[in-house]
């Protein structure tokens, strides 16, 4: 067959990874022209504060939630239940702390809470068949009933807490930088480690592609998708946690709100589809940042809040539509024929 | 373009010239011309991925050329979406049947001319002309059900029949006979030279040089994105046909294999008593011993497939015993994977490959799946394993890091096979697997097949080539209306005999 050599800057543009990135540092440079001071670092307390430290240190919780959501999404599914699924989490860790357990196990309540949240999602879907946004539909609904009834369970009517553990996990630091990068450093490694040095990350990929094939050719296409829903499950325990810890108290009507969607839209960002079949970790989190990046600054440029929703949805709209094969060919093209 | 040979009844339907079209890496058409008449049949044929139906899509306007120019009925003509060129009479069947599965065959078959009146859809009107689409090609299926529930030849049927209209001018069918029997081909044949009568100009994709013979007027040879020539039928031999194709002689490959059949005497490997299932396949009886082929032959809808995947545990079967050399099988796909079975599945795109994964990992996926997800084949010994095989059936790709949905149909093809192999199987069930390969690599494949077999492996391969069975088969089994009707062993192996069977006519 008869190769044809590709010019380089076609490739750049054709990968997916030049949006994404390029938005973020078009984000971040135009928040210097906005507020200058903008990449200001101080150390406070101990701490590293600033603009750019803020955004990281905000973006953990969408950016967990959007690592599990990546491994749904790769399956063909969607996961709408992660809001309430953090407050379920949430609910548990007050209840817990007021039931007077270690804070080291109420931890582990909370995570298994979310995993056990993952594991009735992942049956609903692998095993019942039920369509994900239907499945994951039921949760979401009930789920933040439920993290009501945990909070009533110990009369509930002051579902605050302290507890110095939990808060140093959400809000204290170690060499001045925040414990919670750490804590989503380490998740990441391991999911990575779970998705890419193990087959999970292939057989999800293949399943989400062509669930029928990938079952003849021998992958347990159920039990994929269920672990799958587990992980989110999961990731979406520990942001619970980490909202919840940070503000000390359990409000399973609020915590998490409307996260599933920042979540879903940080995966496509990214680049996933959600026609399923591809995984994007490491892009996930840019598009986790992206939309943090500009949730600040669109505080920090002084707009009336009105616009922020608009104007995160326009940036949004433009990035997306870069991706899109259709309107890269059309600009590509546009280069080509120029000469 | 004046002076036109004798034989070629009409004038110049379709004029491409210089047509060239580069995918990402790959120059798939270069400098390519080609020339279709009012009332020829004119076959374009050429190797898996010599860039056939890259010319027809260019020609459609589903895919926008690089450079060339394309006239009709001598004006030029840029199509920059497939509906103008159905509108200007070009009705094509692409490769890949794009059909919608989850519709109704009514649905499917008058997506394009809807009718009614103030937008609403008349469906009985709809059901008529459907109805009359399905006639034409003497095809009897039930309008209300849903495409996907049929067989991929009744699709291919219903793909064909939807393309066909009546101010159709050009006709354009890519590889339409790769998965049908005798009989709807011929009934195909029949509807292309009525339509040849009426001045129609049709295009047609192949790789069965029998059928290119009996029903083309012209043939254009394309190969590795270049013209290699046209020729009328009538002054070329298959010997020559061939070396344009694949740039060399054959051989005699194919005849090689009719030779010997073996006794039968490895030792089992499968025994199946009374395996079957309700409404799908009437239990049957059959044996597998270690290298031996047995081929699978029965009309369509006679329960190939079907049994095929009730072996493979893809159907579960409600009746019987399916045993294996070490115990019994386990009745789904997974467990049959790590008994050392493994399915190459006749739909490639829909249960065969993941499109969007890359060579490299649709090869390996099967083998990773027996070692389980914790076990990670390593990206080189996977990028090994890929490279062999790429080698080892010729598939036209740069490496394995190509998508398998840009492949050509043929390659992808081949990619099912690869992956079954990589699995190191003890027993492979290969529905229809020579479907839409080239004539050098069907033989290839046949040999590969052969020697496997010396290797110990067991063979069941199901197909709608009769001639193709006979040729690599040591026993046939039969298949009539989902029953087995029978075995042939030795002498008995022959055309006749299985065309005999399959008709039903008693022995
Ligand atoms: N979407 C695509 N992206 C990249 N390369 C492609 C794409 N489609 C086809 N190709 C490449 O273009 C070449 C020609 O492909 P084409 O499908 O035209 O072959 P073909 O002659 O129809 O083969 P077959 O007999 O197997 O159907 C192949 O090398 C193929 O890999
Ligand atoms: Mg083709």
């Given at each position: 067959m008869k190769l044809i050599e590709q010019p380089f800057v076609r490739r750049i543009l054709n990968g997916r990874a030049i949006w994404p990135l390029l938005a973020l540092a078009v984000i971040l440079i135009a928040d210097g022209f906005i507020s200058p001071g903008f990449y200001e670092i101080r150390i406070v307390e101990g701490r590293l504060f600033g603009n750019l430290i803020d955004i990281l240190y905000r973006a953990v919780p969408t950016a967990l939630i959007a690592l599990g959501m990546a491994v749904v999404i790769g399956t063909r599914g969607i996961d709408l239940s992660v809001g309430s699924i953090a407050a379920i989490a949430g609910a548990m860790i007050a209840w817990r702390i007021q039931a007077g357990d270690p804070h080291g196990v109420v931890l582990l309540y909370a995570l298994g809470a979310g995993i056990l949240c993952g594991m009735w999602n992942g049956m609903l879907v692998a095993f019942l068949g039920i369509q994900p946004i239907i499945a994951t539909l039921i949760l979401m609904v009930s789920g933040r009933g439920i993290g009501m009834l945990i909070n009533l369970i110990y009369g509930g009517t002051d579902p605050s807490f302290q507890s110095?553990?939990?808060?140093?996990?959400?809000?204290?630091?170690?060499?001045?930088?925040?414990?919670?990068?750490?804590?989503?450093?380490v998740i990441f490694l391991l999911l990575w480690l779970v998705i890419r040095r193990t087959a999970l990350g292939l057989f999800v990929e293949a399943t989400g592609g062509n669930a029928a094939a990938s079952n003849l050719a021998g992958v347990n296409a159920k039990l994929i998708i269920f672990a799958a829903y587990l992980i989110c499950g999961l990731t979406a325990g520990w942001a619970g946690v980490i909202l919840t810890a940070d503000t000390h108290t359990s409000d399973p009507v609020s915590v998490a709100l409307y996260i599933e969607l920042d979540a879903i839209l940080a995966v496509v960002i990214g680049g996933g589809s959600l026609a399923g079949g591809r995984i994007y970790l490491g892009m996930t989190v840019i598009g986790a940042l992206v939309i943090q990046a500009l949730t600040t600054?669109?505080?920090?440029?002084?707009?009336?809040?009105?616009?922020?929703?608009?104007i995160k949805a326009l940036v949004v709209l433009f990035v997306l539509v870069l991706q899109s094969d259709n309107a890269r060919r059309g600009i590509v093209s546009k280069f080509r024929r120029s000469p | 373009m004046a002076i036109m040979k004798a034989n070629t009844a009409g004038a110049t339907r379709i004029a491409m010239r210089g047509i060239r079209k580069a995918y990402p890496g790959v120059l798939a058409l270069d400098d390519v011309d080609f020339e279709l008449h009012g009332g020829e049949i004119h076959a374009l044929l050429g190797e898996n991925g010599a860039g056939k139906s890259t010319l027809i899509k260019v020609l459609t306007g589903a895919l926008q050329r690089d450079r060339g120019e394309i006239m009709l009925d001598g004006e030029p003509v840029n199509f920059a979406k497939t509906g103008d060129a159905q509108d200007a009479g070009i009705s094509t069947v692409y490769q890949e049947v794009n059909l919608i599965p989850a519709m109704t065959v009514t649905q499917n078959l008058t997506l394009e001319k809807t009718h009614g009146r103030f937008g609403f859809i008349s469906w009985r009107k709809a059901r008529a002309q459907a109805q009359q689409k399905l006639d034409r090609l003497g095809l009897k299926v039930e309008l209300n059900r849903t495409v996907g529930s049929h067989s991929v030849a009744i699709q291919q049927m219903i793909a064909i029949a939807r393309a066909l209209d009546d101010d159709t001018k050009v006709l354009v069918l890519d590889e339409p006979t790769a998965s049908l029997d005798a009989d709807e081909t011929a009934a195909l044949f029949d509807v292309m030279r009525s339509l040849k009568?009426?001045?129609?100009?049709?295009?047609?994709?192949?790789?069965?040089?029998?059928?290119?013979?009996?029903?083309?007027?012209?043939?254009?040879?394309?190969?590795?994105?270049?013209?290699?020539?046209?020729?009328?039928?009538?002054?070329?031999?298959?010997?020559?046909?061939?070396?344009?194709?694949?740039g060399r002689d054959l051989g005699e490959v194919e005849e090689a294999f009719a030779g010997e059949r073996r006794d039968g005497s490895g030792e089992v490997v499968l025994t199946a008593e009374g395996v079957g299932r309700k409404r799908v396949l009437a239990p049957f009886d059959l044996t597998l011993r270690a290298g031996e082929v047995v081929g699978l032959s029965g009309l369509l809808g006679s329960g190939r497939t079907e049994l095929v995947k009730l072996i493979f545990g893809a159907l579960k079967h409600d009746s019987g015993t399916l045993k294996l050399a070490n115990g019994t099988a386990g009745n789904n796909p997974r467990a049959s994977l790590d008994a050392g079975i493994v399915l190459c599945p006749e739909d490639r795109k829909s249960e065969g490959l993941v499109g969007e994964l890359s060579v490299r990992e649709n090869i390996i996926l099967s083998m990773q799946a027996k070692r389980g997800w914790l076990r990670k084949v390593s990206r080189a010994e996977q990028e090994k394993i890929a490279d062999e095989m790429i080698r080892a059936l010729a598939i036209a790709t740069p490496d394995g890091e190509k998508l398998v949905r840009q492949l050509s149909g043929g390659n992808q093809q081949k990619v099912v096979l690869a992956r079954a192999l990589a699995s190191s199987p003890r027993i492979m069930l290969l529905d229809e697997p020579t479907r839409g390969i080239d004539v050098g690599a069907h033989a290839e494949i046949l040999t590969l097949i052969r020697t496997l077999c010396e290797d110990g492996l067991a063979l069941l391969v199901a197909s709608s080539e009769i001639d193709e069975v006979v040729a690599s088969s040591d026993r046939v089994a039969v298949l009539r209306d989902r029953r087995k009707i029978g075995e042939l062993t030795g002498e008995d192996i022959t055309r006749d005999k299985i065309v005999t069977m399959i008709a039903g006519d008693n022995l």
């Open positions: 110095d553990f939990l808060q140093w996990l959400s809000t204290g630091s170690i060499l001045f930088i925040p414990t919670r990068l750490y804590v989503f450093a600054s669109i505080l920090i440029s002084g707009l009336p809040p009105e616009y922020n929703l608009i | 009568a009426k001045g129609i100009a049709i295009v047609f994709i192949t790789h069965f040089l029998e059928q290119v013979y009996e029903v083309s007027d012209r043939i254009t040879v394309l190969r590795n994105g270049c013209k290699i020539g046209t020729s009328l039928i009538g002054d070329i031999n298959r010997q020559d046909l061939i070396a344009m194709m694949i």
